[in-house]
């Protein structure tokens, strides 16, 4: 099948196969993102009198046609076409002829693509938002639920001071306010329109890029066109960092989560039916989902740095290595989805030990509460350390097991209220509502 960029001569067979990788199985993800483009691109080419109404009007009802389409899933890159780009295209001309192949006009499939990543990439941040909003409610939960069980504190894995489950759950909802932030300026950096840059140095029809920005929702264009077509790679690995910053704090968690369940810990069960089992050992009751969300996050760690070397000693202008970053980044956002749901579900079904304290093994947890009660009746409080510590070495250290902290962010002052006030107020600076609006206006639903 010819391509859009072939005139004589028929690229070899091998060579196609090679250059076109996987950007057929890729590019389904961005196809109902290529044609919002094209209709705001069309919308736009019309308003500038390179489109006649009436050729709008068929344009769009087809393109709706093709969206409709991918929607339920009966979308296809049909053998021997490049891209969705081109599958669009071809379609469109298919059923309208020579009409079809006007919506090219002032643009290129270099900034087609911009555009189809920022659009897909928008509303995989909206999803993540949403999934990292639901874990943090559950933690922020089970924080307030558990606040006043205790839990050891450990320093290099050894025992150190009183913590408890509310600090426990609370410390990882906060780590997720603090990953939102990051997520925020992904969002913002993503949010800017490439439409219009064609190929990279702009064009000499006279667009109107602000009307694309509007129709699409973005809340600015990338205004400088050789940097809109830079802009690939760096908005990947920027929202890659967020997307990193989120995956170590539930990677963390997972950690905790596989030692807390053991039995050396015994600090947290799961409900039986969240476990596997072993092929020999019948007792065995493993924390799978735990293990595998660490690895996957692990994976999504490395996301920024495989961006960085295909994208690192390129210069100014595009390259073709471009396309090896969508078979990386694409899968991404479904896999975090994945580990932040499973993590959702698991954290609000563990089961609390509420006797762990009753255990002498954790009784010098609380030398540091008794050096402070020695300081507090007037011992200098390097005395009052050596004298703990002398009592701890001949045995006679008896621990006072209520602890009484009250500074803000311990554990008798948890402040869950603030870190909601401050994950709500960074959530609030994303406007979904508004890209939101512009394609369901769109697509006139």
Request: aromatic residues 8%.
């Amino acid at each position: 099948m010819a391509k859009l960029w072939e005139k004589h001569t028929q690229v070899d067979a091998k060579i196609e196969a090679f250059t076109v990788g996987r950007d057929r199985e890729m590019d389904i993800y961005l196809a109902k993102y290529d044609v919002l483009g094209s209709m705001a691109h069309i919308k736009m080419l019309q308003s500038v009198g390179l489109l006649e109404s009436d050729e709008l009007e068929i344009l769009l009802v087809e393109l709706k046609v093709i969206y409709n389409l991918i929607e339920e899933g009966k979308f296809v890159i049909e053998e021997g076409v490049e891209d969705v780009h081109s599958q669009v295209e071809l379609m469109l001309t298919a059923k309208l002829g020579d009409v079809g192949k006007k919506i090219h006009s002032g643009r290129s499939r270099n900034d087609q693509v911009l555009v189809d990543l920022k659009l897909f990439a928008r509303a995989e941040i909206e999803k993540i938002v949403h999934a990292i909003g639901q874990l943090f409610d559950v933690l922020i939960s089970q924080s307030n639920r558990y606040k006043d069980i205790l839990l050891p504190g450990y320093t290099h894995l050894q025992i150190a001071m009183p913590s408890s489950f509310g600090l426990w759950f609370g410390a990882y909802a906060e780590s997720l306010a603090d990953d939102l932030q990051l997520l925020l300026s992904a969002w913002k950096i993503t949010n800017r329109n490439p439409l219009g840059s064609a190929a990279g140095y702009g064009s000499s029809f006279p667009l109107n890029r602000q009307m694309t920005t509007d129709l699409l929702g973005f809340d600015t264009m990338n205004y400088n066109v050789v940097y809109a077509q830079m802009g690939r790679g760096k908005m990947e690995r920027v929202v890659a960092n967020a997307l990193a910053s989120v995956a170590a704090t539930v990677a963390k968690l997972a950690f905790d989560a596989c030692l807390f369940t053991s039995q050396n810990f015994d600090f947290i069960k799961l409900p039986d039916e969240f476990t596997t089992g072993s092929s020999i050992m019948p007792h065995k009751k493993n924390p799978d989902v735990f293990e595998l969300t660490r690895a996957k996050c692990n994976k999504i760690q490395s996301l920024p740095q495989q961006i960085i070397m295909i994208t690192n000693n390129l210069p100014s202008g595009y390259f073709r290595d471009l396309q090896m970053i969508k078979e990386i980044f694409i899968p991404a956002f479904a896999e975090l989805n994945d580990c932040l749901e499973m993590t959702a579900m698991m954290m609000a079904q563990v089961k609390v030990n509420t006797q762990i304290m009753d255990d002498p093994r954790y009784d010098s947890l609380f030398s540091v509460e008794e050096v402070n009660r020695l300081t507090l009746t007037g011992i200098p409080f390097r005395d009052a350390y050596k004298k703990v510590g002398m009592d701890i070495e001949a045995g006679n250290f008896k621990p006072d097991k209520n602890v009484h902290h009250t500074h803000e962010g311990s554990i008798g002052n948890l402040c869950n209220e603030e870190i909601v006030e401050y994950k709500n107020e960074i959530c609030s600076q994303f406007t979904f509502g508004k890209l939101h609006k512009a394609i369901e206006k769109l697509l006139d639903k």
